[in-house]
């Protein structure tokens, strides 16, 4: 069964990030009703969420499955993001995916070059885009070292980066269900940067430089023992 049907090539993922469409707000309306409902939401920083348009580039921190969630309700703007393609291929749970978070399906553990170009699409229509530059939730619950993927896609479309830091995520469902309390969240959001130099120079060791700098933005926002290999 299929809700909808919806083509994932660039260019349709690209004109839908710049579209809310009926069922993206009402769907945007219940997660930011449930989030807020379940959890104490603090955030800093919040001044930073409205940006007059794109590109955009969100980098957050992950920890768990809730973060995409808390991102999709404290952002005003449409974000495209990224799911692994295995949810891409199941009916229902891919519909939602394309809908709620106009999602590019990636496949893992290979440089996935058509999700690359989707990506760069997005940005280069002025949409937005969220990615979690480590490429995988953290099982530490600290910062991994970042990949290359946030600063490729922002030094080729010279996107403004906007780094939010999340805490207490990882815990929140385990003191909801267990101690039956409402969990405290804390979402600290940066002030939006940009990388310097040319599209050409998104390679090599200048790129890993560009990473380095962008993890160490989203270290800043973090609490020390959550800052990992930046601390």
Known sequence: MRLVRLSDTPEAIAARALETPWLYRVMRRVIYVL??????????????????????????????WLDPPIVFAIVPMRATVFAADKWGR?????????????AIFVRRGE?????????????KAGGVLGI????????????????????YLAARTGALILPIGITGQE?????????FRRPTIRVAVGEPFTLPGTPNQAKGELLNAYTDQIMRRL?????????GVYG
Do not use: M, W
Not at 171 to 179: E, F, N, P, S, Y
Not at 219 to 226: S, T
């Open 90 to 102: 199941r009916p229902i749970i891919g519909d939602l995916f394309r809908v709620i978070g106009n």
């Open 35 to 64: 989030i807020h409902l379940l959890f104490r939401i603090e955030i800093t920083g919040a001044e930073h969420l409205h940006q007059p348009g794109g590109p955009l580039l969100i980098v957050t921190n992950h920890l768990h």
């Open 171 to 179: 815990k929140a469902l385990r003191t909801l269900l267990l101690r």
């Open 132 to 151: 979690a530059p480590e490429g995988t939730r953290s099982r530490t619950g600290k910062l991994q070292r970042g990949r290359g993927g946030a600063a």
């Open 219 to 227: 270290a800043e926002l973090l609490p020390p023992e959550y800052r």
């Open 111 to 123: 440089v996935d070059r058509q999700a690359l170009k989707k990506a760069l699409a997005v940005l």
